[in-house]
């Protein structure tokens, strides 16, 4: 698996779980502020449960930046991003960036 510079950055805040780069909440809230400082864009942020050895997807705690469905006209990607992540404390995540 290849780390994007930014993901280089917070590696030993993450898990990796089958190739899924997660951080918990407080984690991937500093990861997003470092992308807006980096001016990297977001292309969306999923949300999971640890359960084990095994992640569970949260569909209603994600969100697709590239989706024609996404239209935020008064926030920015990283705004909607950390508002996301205030959600919910006991969840981890993956933030797909725009990266090199």
């Known amino acids: 698996m290849k780390l994007t510079r930014i993901e280089k950055l917070f590696e030993n805040k993450a898990i990796i779980r089958h190739g899924t780069f997660l951080l918990k909440r407080n984690d991937a809230i500093e990861f997003v502020n470092e992308c807006e400082k980096c001016k990297v864009k977001i292309l969306g942020v999923d949300g999971f449960f640890l359960n084990g050895d095994y992640i ?4 209603e705690n994600s969100i697709d930046f590239t989706s ?3 239209v935020e006209k008064n926030a920015s990607n990283y705004d909607a991003a ?3 992540l205030k ?3 006991e969840m981890y995540y993956e933030i797909a960036i ?3």
Do not use: A, G, T, W
Request: hydrophobic share 20%; aromatic share 6%; net charge negative.
């Open 68 to 70: 024609n469905s996404y």
């Open 98 to 100: 725009e990266d090199d």
């Open 87 to 89: 959600r919910i404390e």
């Open 56 to 59: 569970q997807p949260s569909i």
């Open 82 to 84: 950390r508002q996301l």
